[in-house]
């Protein structure tokens, strides 16, 4: 669908019930803004979140042709320039970038973290529609450095955390839970022509990519599986101390992030490799370990 063509634009109006953000559910990248969010950070988390959920369902669901979805994303992408250089939002995604365009000026949010998400959006689309692949792990890194990483950075310019270490440290969660997405998704994606696992990483265990295409379950496969969501673990490791840098809440919120995403690397470890045939699952009985493992990191 092209983006609709509307009236000329108008000075942005002053911010009102229009300008907050819908609530935060899900998306699988974003720390959800919850009770442990601080009060004053729900409302530029939960437009930036919006933001990234609504370029995400454009990418991703419903039955629209790869062509459609990357003419979305780039109306999408050219609303995000407008609205960054003060113009009024446009009808079509006002719910969006009404309140996103408030907390980029209250904020001073980067707009390039935003539009990062938006270039790895599309490229999403593409390699899927090609059924392309990833020829290592540098290349699927630099994938999740547009992503996810952003992710955390924009957390962090609202915490008002901008030293070098904490920004290695956040780009690490969030590249980890991006991977872990992957390895989680593995039985979810591969039908869809979605390959995250790298070519290097088929040659090095043997797996022919014809056979992990079709789900073909072996000794090799759950040796490549393994080693994934090894390689995520400590990824995920590495960037962990960045909980004791955040205050109050919000550390509290990043170490059930991480704990959480260790969660289901546990249980991708588990299956031993089983995860290439069905979804492991975070359940309630998830909880208690993981407020347990938080309280103590």
């Given at each position: ?217 072996s000794a090799a496969s759950d040796r490549l599986v393994l080693d994934c969501a090894a390689w995520a673990r400590a990824l995920m490791l590495q960037g962990s101390p960045l909980v004791h840098r955040l205050p109050g809440r919000a550390g509290w919120e990043l170490r059930l992030v991480v704990q959480g995403g260790l969660r289901i690397l546990d ?31």
């Amino acid at each position: 669908m092209k983006h609709p063509e509307s009236p000329g634009r108008q000075a942005p109006q002053p911010a009102s019930a229009a300008a907050v953000a819908a609530p935060v559910t899900h998306y699988e990248n974003f720390p959800v803004a919850s009770l442990l969010c601080p009060p004053q950070l729900r409302q530029p988390i939960a437009a930036i979140y919006a933001f990234a959920r609504t370029a995400d369902d454009l990418a991703d669901e419903g039955e629209a042709t790869a062509s459609a979805r990357l003419a979305d994303l780039a109306a999408y992408r050219a609303e995000l320039a407008a609205v960054a250089a003060g113009a009024a939002p446009q009808p079509r995604w006002a719910a969006v970038f009404g309140p996103l365009q408030v907390q980029l000026q209250r904020h001073g949010l980067p707009t390039h973290l935003l539009d990062d998400l938006l270039d790895a959006f599309m490229q999403d689309v593409a390699m899927t529609q090609g059924g392309a692949t990833y020829p290592d792990r540098a290349a699927l890194l630099q994938y999740c450095r547009r992503s996810a990483n952003p992710v955390g950075r924009l957390l962090l310019h609202l915490y008002q955390v901008h030293d070098d270490l904490a920004l290695r440290q956040s780009d690490a969660i969030c590249s980890a839970l991006q991977l872990i997405n992957f390895w989680q998704d593995l039985s979810v994606d591969l039908p869809r022509a979605r390959h995250y696992v790298t070519d290097a990483d088929c040659a090095a265990f043997g797996v022919a990519r014809t056979d992990l295409a079709a789900q073909r379950r072996s000794a090799a496969s759950d040796r490549l599986v393994l080693d994934c969501a090894a390689w995520a673990r400590a990824l995920m490791l590495q960037g962990s101390p960045l909980v004791h840098r955040l205050p109050g809440r919000a550390g509290w919120e990043l170490r059930l992030v991480v704990q959480g995403g260790l969660r289901i690397l546990d249980k991708v470890q588990a299956l031993g490799g089983a995860s290439l045939l069905r979804r492991p699952r975070i359940t309630p009985w998830d909880g208690p370990r993981m407020l347990w493992r938080a309280a103590v990191m």
